[in-house]
């Protein structure tokens, strides 16, 4: 049996032409993940296909291709499937997207896999090869991540050469919070599901590098664990990067627990300045956070900050970009990251701006986070698309750099690369919208795209 499983991605990460290099681009786990997981009996020969570093064959060669899915690459996901159908081989699609919007993407499949694969995925493989495949597969409710003989992901599968790092970890998956953009609790719910730790550390010690990231949405949804895993890493000395909500502010013992474990950066979910946005956002507990402080702090352990904001919520007017720069600028933040709010399908905030009326197109590829989607409350959506390329362009300006990283005493070559590669991205955004109102000049009048009509989808689709 050959089984070929492709990462399809959108136009902006694409292979040829693709916004980013190598210098920011680390291995994906999912799809090493997935090859971990074929049984061995079946005597599977496997290969991997990133589209973030190479081409996929029109004519691949295989009996099953598996591919991948977010919003934003599912209208790639679906042509290629579409293509290979046609030429006779079968097709599984997984993975967010058509978790959220399962009735879609089983027309473009043979098979669909919603929620983790862990169980379903090798299951499907020994249907598929006696003659029966369903063309459903769910993840169980009483699905768990605790399981001491789970393989690890197979990183050999792809060339290290084409990537920053390999060294990439998971220790647990979702969130407890129901942030109204989020695509995780409405896709697996809001139980963080967790990795036993000794398996974690095994996983850290077999690969061997120094430098890891890890991937997980909330390292710190939940504190017992969290501490857990971070006093188990001490003696690896290894130094990691990591996301984490801004609560670590209020527990200042876990913040020094962080720094000694070797943690050299964390990626926080600013989203904005305004506490009316963070409740537009549901997302009122950052509000009791003083976010310089905790840059300041983080700062203090030798953490870096990767400070993520979003533009669009329904509080903000065309002033907050710039407040939203100097203030990145002024705490220091080692590396700001700015983001169009994206109503994905499935997700509460798509919901009530599809109520309002607001939703612009579902053209599925505009959904990256880049792209304008629907009608933003206090402008209009050319001046968000302006304002937040205007953003990064200022953010990444060589004096804005030097500032923000002299605030925070990052002057190093890793840190000063990296600030570089956004440089590069922020002066490159342009080449990639495809929307009449990012073509057009502010204060223009604009035709918006039609909605591109979807089957109603059924959160019970898996009974």
Same mark, same amino acid.
């Given at each position: ?192 599901? #967790?990795?036993? $730790?000794?398996?974690? @550390? +095994?996983?850290? =010690? ?10 997980? *949405? ?107 720069? #100097?203030?990145? $600028?002024?705490?220091? @933040? +080692?590396?700001? =990251? ?10 509460? *905030? ?114």
């Amino acid at each position: 049996m050959k089984i070929a499983l492709i990462s399809p991605k959108g136009p902006l990460y694409r292979h040829r032409g693709g916004i980013f290099g190598k210098s920011l681009r680390y291995q994906p786990l999912t799809l090493t993940t997935l090859a971990a997981l074929v049984p061995a009996e079946l005597g599977a020969e496997v290969q991997l296909y990133d589209e973030g570093i190479e081409d996929v064959d029109e004519q691949l060669q295989a009996d099953l291709i598996g591919l991948t899915v977010i919003t934003g690459t599912s209208r790639r996901a679906y042509a290629l499937a579409d293509q290979f159908r046609a030429q006779g081989k079968t097709v599984v699609l997984g993975g967010p997207h058509v978790t959220l919007a399962p009735l879609e993407a089983a027309e473009h499949a043979d098979a669909i896999v919603t929620g983790y694969a862990e169980d379903t995925w090798p299951q499907l493989l020994r249907d598929f090869a006696v003659g029966r495949l369903r063309p459903l597969y769910c993840q169980s409710p009483d699905f768990t991540l605790d399981r001491p003989a789970m393989p690890f992901a197979r990183r050999d599968m792809f060339d290290s050469r084409h990537f920053m790092t390999q060294s990439v970890f998971e220790a647990t998956r979702s969130c407890a919070h129901d942030c109204e953009f989020c695509v995780a609790p409405s896709a697996w719910g809001r139980k963080q599901f #967790q990795k036993p $730790i000794a398996w974690v @550390i +095994d996983d850290i =010690r077999r690969v061997g590098a120094k430098r890891i990231l890890f991937v997980d *949405l909330n390292l710190i949804s939940d504190r017992n664990y969290a501490r857990e895993l971070f006093t188990a890493m001490i003696p690896l000395k290894v130094r990691w990067f990591g996301l984490s909500t801004v609560l670590i502010a209020h527990d200042p013992e876990l913040m020094e627990l962080i720094a000694r474990s070797g943690c050299n950066g964390l990626l926080l979910g600013l989203e904005t300045l305004d506490k009316g946005g963070l409740s537009d956002a549901r997302k009122k507990f950052n509000g009791s956070v003083d976010y310089a402080k905790l840059i300041g702090d983080l700062h203090a352990l030798g953490i870096a900050v990767q400070g993520c904001f979003v533009f669009g919520l329904d509080h903000d007017t065309p002033d907050v970009f710039d407040a939203t720069v #100097q203030f990145a $600028i002024d705490t220091g @933040i +080692d590396l700001p =990251r700015f983001a169009v709010l994206t109503p994905f399908p499935g997700t509460p *905030l798509h919901q009530r701006l599809k109520e309002q009326g607001r939703l612009l197109t579902l053209d599925w590829e505009l959904y990256d986070a880049q792209h304008v989607v629907f009608q933003p409350l206090h402008m209009s959506p050319q001046e968000l698309a302006a304002g937040h390329e205007r953003a990064w362009k200022a953010a990444y300006r060589p004096s804005a750099i030097m500032r923000r990283l002299w605030k925070a005493r990052a002057l190093n070559p890793l840190t000063i690369g990296a600030n570089l590669g956004y440089r590069f991205y922020a002066h490159n955004l342009h080449r990639f919208y495809n929307c009449d109102w990012h073509l057009s000049p502010v204060g223009t009048s604009i035709t918006l795209p039609a909605m591109v009509p979807v089957k109603s989808q059924s959160k019970t689709v898996c009974g």
